[in-house]
């Protein structure tokens, strides 16, 4: 069974930084695409950044330079290192995995498990 918890969510002020961990548990995160998304309410799903089995990784214009995600193999987990936090960047976060293709795709239809979610909210 397939389980991704996501921690590390919080309120911090435009500038601070936040690191999201995604945990994952029957899949194996260092052979498979794995994603960040963000949501709020009334919206649908915005990708964020994304990182296939190679560690080459994707982001979003609007995080670029600012977020890094990265897997710890070791602890079977995903991360997203965010700085320079902005008011714009408040939304819940969901991590994702793709187990069912070899492209990384920066759209929500390319990832069959997610997680619940952490909230990451900016304040100015």
């Known amino acids: 069974q397939v389980q991704l918890v996501e921690s590390g969510g919080g309120s911090v002020q435009a500038g601070g930084s936040l690191r999201l961990s995604c945990a994952a548990s029957?899949?194996?995160?260092?052979?498979?695409?794995m994603g960040w998304f963000r949501q709020v309410p009334g919206k649908g799903r915005e990708w964020v950044a994304s990182?296939?089995?190679?560690?080459?990784?994707s982001y979003a214009d609007s995080v670029k330079g600012r977020f890094t995600i990265a897997k710890d193999n070791a602890k079977n987990t995903l991360y997203l290192q965010m700085n320079s936090l902005k008011p714009e960047d408040t939304a819940m976060y969901h991590c994702?995995?793709?187990?069912?293709?070899?492209?990384?795709?920066?759209?929500?239809?390319?990832?069959?498990?997610w997680g619940q979610g952490t909230q990451v909210t900016v304040s100015s």
């Open positions: 029957g899949l194996t995160v260092s052979s498979i695409c």
């Open positions: 990182i296939d089995n190679d560690v080459d990784s």
């Open positions: 994702a995995a793709d187990t069912a293709s070899w492209y990384c795709a920066a759209y929500s239809e390319g990832y069959n498990y």
